[in-house]
């Protein structure tokens, strides 16, 4: 059985997932320092991999609301978009347990990881949700109580209504906010139970997880449909159970946790390498895309292969090797990817995409008709969104957890050790 203190991360530790850090900002204590060749590795490569996730996101809702207007029939390209979210996203929470399994330690607190967590994500996404809001007034979108109420609280991922998860004022990304509060939650006691499992049967519990994604989709139809997906055309309540569910994403989370114990216990095959992964991981992409009927879903054919590149980038960057993707600007992109996610919606509707697109009120005369036109709006969306979550980053997420993600008394503990050392 956990204990209260048992099984987190450090104050000092980095925790790199969707709504993570980037590289380290500081050294631990020598007492809170992990043992040689675990958790002590600085796995800069994840760094960098998390601004490709949340750059897939990025693809996914400017292709989705462009591609239309300049190639309707290509069907299959616009369902690989729809694919670019879904796995930008599956792969957030693969990392999010995968990273804070390996940064985890017993000296921690179950509330000071709770802190920590919560000084994270909730900044960013009071101050997106507020220019959300004041977005949506001035556009003249009808604001919901209810629903601005349960995003406020990162409730509405488990109210199955297409209204309150789509609408504007939402800020709509952040539905997966409501899944990683679920995964936060429960991460001290999952951790404390898995870390029960005996290492050589590691594999198996990440396998009869693996099953387990691949079977919700066969359990989704076993629910009534409940209306039609927007996105997709199939059964709502279908989709929303696959998708965006928070118990049922969980299991990805798991997932990520299992591929940390087996690599910390050298379990890991010693035999996978990056390039193999990564381009497993590609097809994955696409499979998840338009190669696979859509009833599946997306996460049953990209969690295997998301799962593998996690371990074989970590295992990478534990033997000292790294990669492109631990680069110095990948970092510095990883580490503003969380305010990314974030902001990138809003330019999306309220930016040069929605002032010319029928699909959030403009005129249909206003509408992309050429290449040239999509590129542009597409280039312009992208660079203001990469602006504006480094003002996020740098304003308000970065100096917020240094200030408060710990309780004053550890913090100023912290930097006395870190003068003392020079």
Request: a positive charge; proline letters at 6%.
């Amino acid at each position: 059985m956990m204990r209260p203190r048992a099984g987190l991360a450090t104050e000092a530790s980095t925790e790199v997932d969707l709504a993570g850090g980037g590289g380290p900002r500081s050294v631990a204590p020598a007492a809170d320092r992990p043992a040689p060749g675990r958790s002590s590795a600085k796995l800069h490569s994840l760094t960098g991999l998390r601004f490709i996730a949340a750059f897939l996101v990025v693809l996914c809702h400017v292709g989705i609301n462009l591609l239309p207007f300049v190639a309707k029939d290509q069907v299959f390209v616009i369902h690989v978009f729809y694919g670019f979210g879904s796995v930008g996203v599956s792969f957030f929470f693969i990392l999010s347990g995968f990273v804070l399994t390996w940064v985890a330690r017993d000296i921690d607190t179950v509330p000071q990881f709770w802190r920590r967590r919560f000084f994270k994500i909730y900044p960013n996404h009071l101050v997106t949700l507020v220019a959300a809001v004041l977005l949506a007034a001035t556009a003249a979108h009808a604001l919901s109580t209810r629903d601005t109420l349960a995003t406020l609280f990162l409730v509405h991922a488990w109210i199955p209504d297409q209204q309150l998860l789509f609408n504007l004022w939402s800020n709509t990304p952040t539905w997966s906010l409501s899944c990683e509060l679920l995964f936060y939650l429960a991460f001290p006691f999952v951790l404390s139970l898995l870390r029960k499992v005996r290492p050589e049967r590691l594999w198996r519990g990440f396998w009869i997880t693996f099953a387990a994604i691949c079977a919700v989709p066969f359990v989704a139809l076993l629910l009534p449909a409940g209306g039609t997906h927007r996105g997709t055309g199939l059964p709502w309540l279908h989709m929303w159970f696959m998708t965006f569910f928070p118990p049922v994403r969980m299991l990805e989370f798991v997932l990520g946790i299992f591929t940390a114990l087996i690599v910390i216990n050298g379990r890991w095959l010693k035999r996978w390498p990056l390039p193999v992964a990564v381009i497993v991981a590609t097809i994955g992409l696409i499979a998840a895309g338009g190669a696979t009927p859509p009833i599946l879903g997306f996460v049953a054919v990209s969690a295997l292969p998301l799962a593998f590149l996690v371990g074989a980038v970590a295992t990478r960057d534990i033997d000292g090797r790294g990669s492109s993707f631990g680069s110095r600007t990948m970092v510095f992109l990883g580490e503003i990817s969380f305010a990314l996610y974030l902001v990138h919606w809003l330019v999306v509707v309220y930016g040069w995409i929605g002032r010319h697109s029928p699909t959030w009120g403009a005129n249909p005369a206003d509408a992309p008709t050429t290449w040239g036109t999509v590129l542009t709006y597409s280039g312009l969306t992208i660079v203001t969104s990469l602006v504006l979550a480094w003002l996020l980053y740098t304003l308000v997420e970065r100096p917020i957890m240094r200030r408060w993600s710990r309780p004053a008394a550890k913090r100023d503990t912290l930097e006395a050790a870190q003068a003392d050392r020079g």
